[in-house]
Each structure stands twice: as C-alpha cells, then as structure tokens.
C-alpha cells in the first residue's frame, strides 16, 4: 500500500469524529425543530438556511479550495502569514457583499428583519469558521477543527434544547442560538488556532489575482451546484408551497448530516492528496485507484440506505421526529440516491479539478441550474414536493454523467459492473426478503423485528467489503493492542 493511500485512510479517521459531531448535532437539532416547530414554521427555517448556504457558497466555498490549492506553494516560498492575511481580508469583503444580498433575498422571502440577522450572523461564523478550517487542513491539523466541531456542536444541542423546552415555536430563538454557538467556536479558533497579521485593509492585488483567477470559477460552481441541489426550497416559498415542505427538507437535512459522517472525512482526506500526487506526477493509476475505492464505498452505503430506509426508514422517522414530517419510502430513497450520486460527483469532476478545468465545470452547472430553474417553474405550482425530489435526483445524474464524459480521457476510475451488480442485488434481497416474512410472518415479524433485521443485513453487506475493511483496519488494530 503507498504511503498516499495510508494518509487517505489515516485523515479520513481522524477526520471522522470532525464530521461525526455536526452529524449528531444535526440528528438532534432536526430531533428538537420537529417538535417544537410546526411543518410551516419548518419551512421557513428551511428557507433562510437554504438562502445562507447558497450565500455562503457564493461568496466562501471556492476561496477555501484555492487555499488549499495554493498553501502548499505558500510553505515552498515562506509566505504562509501573507496568504492567510489577504485571503482572510478578502473573505471578509466578500462577506460584505454577500450579506446584502441574504438581506434582500430574506426580505423578498417576507422574512422579518430580526430572523434575517440572525441569519447573517450564522453566514459569518460558518464563513470564517470554515476559512480557517482549509488552512488547518491544507496542514493536516486536524485537532483544532476537532476541539472547534466539538465547541460549536455542543453549544448548539444546549440551545436548541433550551429553545424546545422553554422556547416553542419561537424560530428567533433558535436560530440566534445555532449563530451563538458559530461565534463562539470561530472565538476558540481565532485564539488558539491562528493568528492572522492584518496590520492593513489593503489586499495584495497580485495574491487577489491569482485567488480569483482560480477561485472564481470553483466560485460558479459551488453556487451553481448548491443552487441545484436545496434552491427548490427558495422557490417553494417564493410559489407559497407549504403542504409537505417540511417532511421533504427535515428528511434531507437529516440525511445530509448522516451521509456525512461517511461522505465528508473521506473527501476532506482525499482532496489534498489528489491534489499532491497530480502535482508530484506520473501518479494518475495511484489516484484513479484511490477515487476508485473510494466511489465503491459511496455506493455500498448508497445501496444498504435505501435498503434500510425501504424496510424500516418510515417507522424510524416516526421514532426520531414525528408522525407529522412522515415521507413516504420510495421518496427518500430517491432524495438517499441523490446525496450519494452527488458525492460520487465531487471525484469524478476531480479530473477537471487537478487540470485547472474548473470553468468547465462551472458552465456544466450552470447549465444544469439554470435548467433545474426552468423545470422547477412548471413542475412545483403542479406536482409541490413531490416534483422537487425528481427534479432534484435529475440534476445530480446530469451533473455526473455530463462531467463523467469530459473527465474520463483524464483519470478514470475503473468500478467494475459485476460490483455494481453484487451489491444491488444484496439489496434486492434484503428486500425481498423482507417482504416474505412480512406477508409468512405478519403477526409475528413487527417493526421492532423488521428494523433489527434490516441492520444486521446492511452490516453483512457492509462486512463483506474489502474496502470497508481496509477503511477500518486502523481502528481494528489499535482495539486489538
């Protein structure tokens, strides 16, 4: 095994608990909304997070991908404190800008005025949050984002939880608690983590330059693909849609968080990796192994979560939120499908990536967005909820197959059919399996039953992977000492 591979599986676990914690912070602030908000009230906290992440990738998202691009040519020629401080000076203008235009979208949204600052603030915290986290990570130091996750997660389970109990339906409240708990991990960062030198509000213009000419284009993707991806819930509102917003975006948020506990640590580890061995080169079979393995992973947990959710997904969302938000199986496995595929993108599109091809694949987004828009305007005043999830998956298969087809002569990551076929056809037996012992076993075969007979078959599934078992050897290994 080659060293780039071991520091893949070596971040991605120290990694892990750094996406683990906003996972269960998220589980247990969708846990918290779902009972102390109504399905309309939901909607609206829908909106103004879907209106903030959409700012957020505007303005921040492709400036963390140029930090981390261009750190490593920052360490060859000492000038680390100087691109700290002018990017950081240049996020903050951006923030500037950005913020205006949250403002004017909330207020067009009907949102009122306090709501929308309280919005800003988590819009600040989560972009300077996050600014810092790409310089820790082009560092590979994983312990301040650790102690910062960890801060800011658990001050956001503390109030939302006081908000649920002492607070219902008081959608202020909380939201102004999710920015508190921002601020106060981007305060530990900036005391403990970094140290910025701004002694002037003048950018370097020749860093700006090049920040911008690379950044840019990652810039129209971000805000493009995101667009895509949750600005169905702009235009729901926009359209007055309420029936089933709620269920659709409280499933989503909750299956974003979980799938990232798996998703993000291993795409945060393998980034900067990919990108090093692209620049060392004569490494394009390492990194299309590595983008390999990792896409089978994606698709393994794909394939057992819709399983899981087809058996048993309806009685666990009754557990964890209620009965109100229910969606229907068939629907969130169509909205599992489109997370993962959207992941399995994010490596694909790394052959545009290591080639400086990212205008490319901002035009495909745009492409993509602009039409999501189009189909949007004609399919939710007809068919609401249930045409934003198909529109939704669409793109994200649109996105993949268009990048897939400008990618492949660069790297090409070989998952063979026979293990596409293998693990759906586990799944299919899971589920056909399940529904022999319901209709054999009918009084007998309970949900309890269904649910634990579930899990036990994913996790054979899951245990059959060599992947997965490579994944966690690590882990194995040190429990054995």
């Known amino acids: ?3 780039d591979q071991q520091a893949i599986k070596s971040d991605a676990l120290k990694y892990l608990p750094v996406k683990v914690l906003p996972a269960i ?3 247990l602030t969708i846990y918290f909304l779902t009972r102390s908000l109504n399905t309309a009230t939901y909607a609206v906290y829908s909106f103004l997070f879907a209106a903030v992440l959409l700012s957020i990738q505007l303005s921040a998202g492709w ?3 140029a930090v981390i691009y261009f750190y490593p040519e920052a360490v060859q020629s000492n000038e680390t404190d100087k691109l700290r401080s002018n990017v950081s000076l240049l996020q903050f203008y951006l923030f500037l800008v950005v913020a205006v235009v949250l403002g004017l979208v909330c207020y067009l949204g009907g949102i009122a005025f306090s709501l929308t600052i309280a919005g800003i603030t988590v819009m600040f915290g989560q972009i300077f949050i996050n600014l810092m986290y790409s310089f820790l990570q082009a560092e590979r130091k994983v312990y301040y984002q650790l102690i910062s996750t960890t801060i800011q997660s658990l001050f956001q389970i503390v109030f939302v939880f006081i908000c649920y109990k002492f607070f219902p339906q008081n959608l202020l409240m909380i939201v102004s608690g999710i920015a508190l ?18 002694n002037r509000l003048k950018i370097d213009m020749e860093i700006a330059k090049k920040v911008l000419h690379y950044g840019l284009p990652i810039c129209v993707w971000f805000f493009a693909s995101q667009f895509y991806t949750i600005g169905d819930r702009i235009l729901l509102k926009y359209f007055k849609i309420v029936e089933g917003v709620g269920n659709y975006t409280s499933f989503r948020d909750l299956a974003v ?3 990232g506990f798996l998703t993000m640590p291993l795409l945060l580890a ?3 990796v990919i990108m090093n061995m692209w620049k060392e080169g004569n490494q394009v079979r390492q990194i299309e192994q590595l983008m390999a393995q990792n896409i089978r992973i994606l698709l393994l947990f794909l394939v057992t979560s819709c399983s899981f959710m087809f058996v048993a997904g309806e009685w666990l969302m009754v557990k964890l939120v209620s009965a109100e938000y229910l969606l229907e199986a068939p629907y969130m496995c169509i909205i599992l499908m489109s997370i993962f595929i959207g992941a399995i993108g994010m490596y694909i599109h790394k052959a545009l990536e290591v080639t400086h091809r990212t205008l490319l694949m901002g035009k495909i987004a745009v492409c993509i967005a602009i039409s999501s828009f189009i189909i949007n305007l004609w399919v939710l005043p007809r068919f609401g909820v249930n045409g934003a999830i198909i529109v939704n998956l669409a793109c994200h298969i649109c996105y993949l197959v268009v990048v897939y087809n400008f990618s492949y002569r660069i790297l090409k990551p070989k998952v063979s059919f026979s293990f ?7 799944a299919l037996l899971v589920i056909l399996l399940d529904q022999a012992l319901l209709f054999g076993l009918k009084p007998y075969y309970t949900e309890t039953f269904r649910f634990l007979y579930v899990i036990l078959s994913c996790m054979l599934i899951l245990y059959k ?4 078992r490579s994944l966690l050897a690590p882990i194995i290994n040190r429990l054995a000492k």
């Open 25 to 27: 912070s998220g589980l």
């Open 257 to 259: 968080g979980l799938s």
């Open 1 to 3: 095994m080659s060293s």
């Open 270 to 272: 393998a980034h900067p």
């Open 465 to 468: 992977s060599e992947d997965i």
């Open 420 to 426: 596409v076929l293998r693990i759906f056809a586990y």
């Open 181 to 198: 708990s921002y601020v106060i991990a981007l305060v530990y960062l900036r005391v403990f983590a970094m140290s910025l030198k701004m």
């Open 63 to 65: 400036l963390n991908s």
